[in-house]
Nanobody, 123 residues
Framework: QVQLVESGGGLVQAGGSLRLSCAAS????????MAWFRQAPGKEREFVGG????????AYADSVKGRFTISRDNAKKTVYLQMNSLQPEDTAVYYC????????????????WGQGTQVTISS
């Protein structure tokens, strides 16, 4: 079992930055692909970005490419999401997910989920 706890969310103005963290405990963190998803009110959960177990591969949704960067520190069992140039449409609850060896963008590919952290961008 892997437990995931997100932190770093908050309220920022458009154009600002936030760095989300996801700390893992239990299980073998370094064995899992990790991803960030987000869900806005009334919308489906969507893939934001992901990183392979070795950090050799990353993937991003088109809407965040060039603005968001995902990274991981397997020694600290933590994955990060650096978010720059934030826009009101980035407002959502952001979830960290772990699962599998292969990086995928479907929520069903991930077994473990955090409780989410709210990110709100004001215009």
């Amino acid at each position: 079992q892997v437990q995931l706890v997100e932190s770093g969310g908050g309220l920022v103005q458009a154009g600002g930055s936030l760095r989300l963290s996801c700390a893992a405990s239990g299980g073998t963190f370094s064995s899992y692909a990790m991803a960030w998803f987000r869900q806005a009110p009334g919308k489906e959960r969507e893939f934001v970005g992901g990183i392979s177990w070795s950090a050799g591969n990353t993937a991003y949704a088109d809407s965040v490419k060039g603005r968001f960067t995902i990274s991981r520190d397997n020694a600290k069992k933590t994955v990060y999401l650096q978010m720059n140039s934030l826009q009101p449409e980035d407002t959502a609850v952001y979830y960290c997910a772990a699962g599998g060896l292969v990086l995928r963008n479907s929520p069903s590919s991930y077994t473990y989920w955090g409780q989410g952290t709210q990110v709100t961008i004001s215009s």
